[in-house]
Every structure is written in C-alpha cells, then in structure tokens.
C-alpha cells in the first residue's frame, strides 16, 4: 500500500518534537487519561468525551478506532476500562503494575504488548556513579477497534506520535495496528538513538585509559565499570524485544493488519542492529577493562623496580656504615687521617655506578 511506505518518515518526523501540554485534550503528567480520542477513517473527530462513550460511538458508527493513552494507573482506575474494553486479566495486572519484560501476549482478538522505553540522561563528565540510561515502561493493548496505551516513567510521552500520525490521515486510516507499528518503531528509534549516544562516552573513557597520563588512567576503572551497568539496563530494554517483532512480523495476528506486518520487519531489523551493536559495545568495554588492569599492572611494576633500585642504592652506605658502627677498636683504616673522606668517596662512586647502572637499564 503506498500511503504505509511514508510511516517510518512520519514517525521520525514527529518524534524529535516536544509534547505540548496545552492540546486541549491532552492532561497535564500526572492524570490518569492523557487523552482519549476518537479516529475515523483516519481523521482525528473533535471534542473530547469519556471512555464509554467514544467506544459506544465507534461501535455504532462500525468503523474508526479509539486512542486511549494513559499514565500509571491505578487498579481500581484502571478496573474499569479493563471491563469495557473485555480485557484479559493477565494482561491487565501486568500493565498496572509494571516492571515487566518486553514481550508480545495475544488474548483472542486483543494484542498486549510490553516495550521498554529508554532515555539517555545528558551528563557534563561521566563518574562512576552517572546515570546514563534511564528506562520505563510502555504496555500497548491492540484490538479492532481500539489501542490503549499504559505509560510508566517520566519520559517516553507519545504526544508528538500522536500528533504526527495525525498528520497522516491515510496512515491512521488502515486502523489500529499502524498505531502499534509507529510506536514499536518509535520505541527501536530511541535504542538507536541511546546506543549512539553512549559511543560518545566509550569514545571518552577509551581515549582516556589510553593516553599517557598513566595516573588519571588508574582511576577509570569506576567509570568504566558504570558504562557496563548501563549498557546492561539498556541491553534488558532491547534484546527480550526480539521475539515479539518477529511474531509481529511474520505471524498472523488477528489485529494486525497484512499490509502493515510487512514494516515490522523493518523494526526487526532496526531492533537487531541494536543488539548487535550493544554487543559490540560490551565487548570493546572488556577489551578497554583489559587493557586499562594491564596498564596499572605495568605502572604497578615500575614502582617496585623503582623502589628496588633506590633500595639497593641505599644499601650501600648503610651497609658501610652498619660496619663501623660496631665500635671494635681493631678495625682497618679506623685511625688514618684520610680513612673517612675515603670512606665517603668509596660509598659515593659506589652509588653512582649503581645508580648509572639501573639507568641505563631502565629501572630508574
């Protein structure tokens, strides 16, 4: 269908801009129903009503769809909605309270899926304790005549999904599941968007393990080791996402219209770049870790052979002096007039053939 080949455009289009709270059916963060609206044939109608009665008005009319997106819902508020949409109550207990794996559940002619949304927190310097991803939750429940959207976090906000696939009339027209390919896309398009972020960061530590300044190399292994919690949390949030693009894009799901199965292969796709590209910052990580233990194994080294060297320098006049400090009263040279200058020159040529020595072999 050609009006389907502009949805990735209208998604990226759309989601780079900033939510504005004052759409007059949108509530401000916080409320439970964000918004509540009513699409036929892809057209956004006006005026804003309860949950009820935009179902009672798209069942009537037999075709459009109802967006309902929420905001943490409790279960007593979300008990109600839960009735009138028949959803399965599985589905529903996993989507108030949270802290769910991404997976993809089907309940006869309802899909329910779980996406972990991800947010990359904007640092001055990276430590050994900065937050660099942070995660929520996003439950999507897909049915012929209705998306209800469950958003848990501080970020990860659809409004300008929203607003953007309003701008497409025609995508919005092939029903509910071009909402549900728009925000599996939106969700795999900020992975990149973190991932390649997060190069920055591995950029920095790595340039930072392998420059000369060998003492502030010794102190990166806190920052390094952070990096790898948080491509963790961020490796959590994209690889249990493989199975479920997969089913979407090559099973026949009830709600899933064939014209649009096809995209979601095109996430997959995208969904295993990021994988790949996790791994491969994992890796380079292990290899830095690696490098940054050998580096002050070396440095550590060095300052033993130092500390060796300096020890056997010192041994000279201590030995010398441990000798005649014994007070015998027979003892070589103990009388001679020239006995102790010469006693000083013997110990100082000694240390500094000594001393020349570890030089030139590098221990000093």
């Known amino acids: 269908m050609p009006v389907i080949r502009n949805i990735r455009r209208a998604v990226r289009g759309a989601k780079r801009r900033t939510v504005d709270l004052s759409h007059p059916s949108r509530s401000p963060l916080g409320n439970t129903v964000v918004n509540c609206v009513v699409y036929e044939d892809g057209v956004r109608q006006s005026g804003a009503c309860p949950?009820?009665?935009?179902?009672?008005?798209?069942?009537?009319?037999?075709?459009?769809?109802?967006?309902?997106?929420?905001?943490e819902p409790s279960a007593e508020e979300f008990a109600r909605i839960a009735e009138l949409f028949e959803l399965h109550p599985l589905a529903v207990e996993d989507a108030v309270h949270a802290h769910q794996r991404p997976k993809l559940e089907a309940y006869d002619e309802t899909l329910f899926a779980v996406f972990k949304t991800c947010r990359y927190v904007e640092h001055q310097e990276l430590t050994a304790t900065s937050e660099v991803v942070d995660t929520g939750e996003l439950m999507v429940f897909t049915g012929h005549q209705f998306v209800i959207t469950i958003r848990h976090g501080r970020h990860g906000s659809l409004g300008p999904l929203r607003e953007g696939l309003e701008r497409n009339p025609e995508l919005l027209a092939t029903g509910p599941s071009s909402v549900l390919h728009a925000i599996a896309d939106h969700v795999v398009d900020d992975f990149l968007a973190v991932a390649d972020a997060m190069q920055d960061d591995i950029d920095q530590v790595e340039t930072a393990v392998f420059s000369e300044h060998a003492a502030r190399a010794r102190s990166e292994a806190g920052r390094i080791y952070q990096l790898k919690r948080e491509l963790l949390e961020?490796?959590?949030?994209?690889?249990?996402?493989?199975?479920?693009?997969?089913?979407?894009?090559?099973?026949?799901?009830?709600?899933v219209d064939p014209d649009i199965r096809a995209y979601f292969r095109d996430v997959?796709?995208?969904?295993?770049?990021?994988?790949?590209?996790?791994?491969?910052?994992?890796?380079?990580?292990?290899?830095?870790?690696?490098?940054?233990?050998?580096?002050?194994?070396?440095?550590?080294?060095?300052?033993?052979?130092?500390?060796?060297?300096?020890?056997?320098?010192?041994?000279?006049?201590?030995?010398?002096?441990?000798?005649?400090?014994?007070?015998?009263?027979?003892?070589?040279?103990?009388?001679?007039?020239?006995?102790?200058p010469l006693t000083l020159g013997v110990i100082t040529l000694a240390c500094f053939v000594i001393h020349r020595g570890f030089r030139r072999n590098g221990w000093l």
């Open 51 to 71: 949950v009820d009665e935009a179902m009672q008005r798209v069942q009537k009319s037999g075709r459009g769809f109802v967006w309902l997106g929420l905001h």
């Open 234 to 255: 961020l490796r959590r949030a994209v690889a249990p996402l493989d199975r479920p693009l997969q089913a979407l894009a090559t099973r026949s799901l009830p709600p």
């Open 268 to 340: 997959a796709d995208h969904q295993a770049r990021v994988t790949e590209q996790i791994g491969a910052y994992d890796a380079l990580l292990d290899s830095i870790l690696q490098a940054h233990l050998a580096q002050v194994t070396v440095a550590q080294n060095e300052d033993m052979r130092k500390i060796t060297a300096w020890a056997a320098i010192v041994a000279v006049p201590t030995m010398v002096c441990g000798v005649y400090g014994m007070n015998f009263e027979h003892m070589p040279e103990l009388r001679w007039v020239y006995g102790y």
